[in-house]
């Protein structure tokens, strides 16, 4: 797998935060190894970057309760050497969120988005990438405004 020159391997065992399971698989296959996505606290994140059981954390802001959450595994990683990826595989207000988190960043930080043209867009264009890259919205709160019109028109309940 050296030989691919792979940026990481994410979450190759499970469950996903087994650090005794993780910081051997890291060290012996000289692998990058990533995992944190369903870690819930900064409590867990500062034990898997702790355990140099990856190479690169990644928090879920959906995951974590938020912002304010993310912000502090960000600084409580990067202070132990860790690089940070932001689990933002979302189309909607979590996404948006992670990139205002992201922008805010000294360093570059990669935003993980999954790309999919939707049927409806009910944030407009703001969860579109041009050119590899996402905007960041400057409007009130997250900076979106929803289309009403297209969440109404895919309510179920």
Same mark, same amino acid.
């Given at each position: 797998?050296?030989?691919h020159a792979l940026a990481w391997l994410e979450e190759p065992i499970y469950p996903?935060? /087994?650090? /005794?399971g993780l910081a051997p698989l890291r060290r012996e296959t000289g692998v990058p190894i990533a995992a944190g996505e369903n870690l819930g606290n900064v409590m867990d994140i500062r034990r898997i970057a702790e355990a140099k059981a %990856? /190479? !690169? %954390?990644q928090p879920s802001l959906a995951k974590m309760g938020g912002i304010?959450? !993310?912000v502090k595994a960000i600084a409580d990683v990067e202070q132990r050497g860790t690089? !940070? !990826?932001l689990h933002a595989p979302y189309s909607g207000p979590?996404?948006?969120a992670a990139v205002h988190v992201i922008a805010a960043q000294q360093a570059d930080m990669l935003c993980e988005h999954r790309y999919g043209d939707l049927v409806a867009k009910p944030l407009g264009d703001a969860t579109e990438?041009? /050119?590899g890259f996402l905007r960041v919205p400057d409007g009130p709160g997250l900076g %979106?405004?929803?289309d009403v019109a297209a969440i109404e028109r895919y309510r179920v309940a």
């Amino acid at each position: 797998m050296q030989s691919h020159a792979l940026a990481w391997l994410e979450e190759p065992i499970y469950p996903p935060y /087994d650090c /005794d399971g993780l910081a051997p698989l890291r060290r012996e296959t000289g692998v990058p190894i990533a995992a944190g996505e369903n870690l819930g606290n900064v409590m867990d994140i500062r034990r898997i970057a702790e355990a140099k059981a %990856v /190479d !690169v %954390v990644q928090p879920s802001l959906a995951k974590m309760g938020g912002i304010s959450e !993310v912000v502090k595994a960000i600084a409580d990683v990067e202070q132990r050497g860790t690089r !940070v !990826v932001l689990h933002a595989p979302y189309s909607g207000p979590a996404l948006i969120a992670a990139v205002h988190v992201i922008a805010a960043q000294q360093a570059d930080m990669l935003c993980e988005h999954r790309y999919g043209d939707l049927v409806a867009k009910p944030l407009g264009d703001a969860t579109e990438a041009r /050119d590899g890259f996402l905007r960041v919205p400057d409007g009130p709160g997250l900076g %979106v405004e929803s289309d009403v019109a297209a969440i109404e028109r895919y309510r179920v309940a």
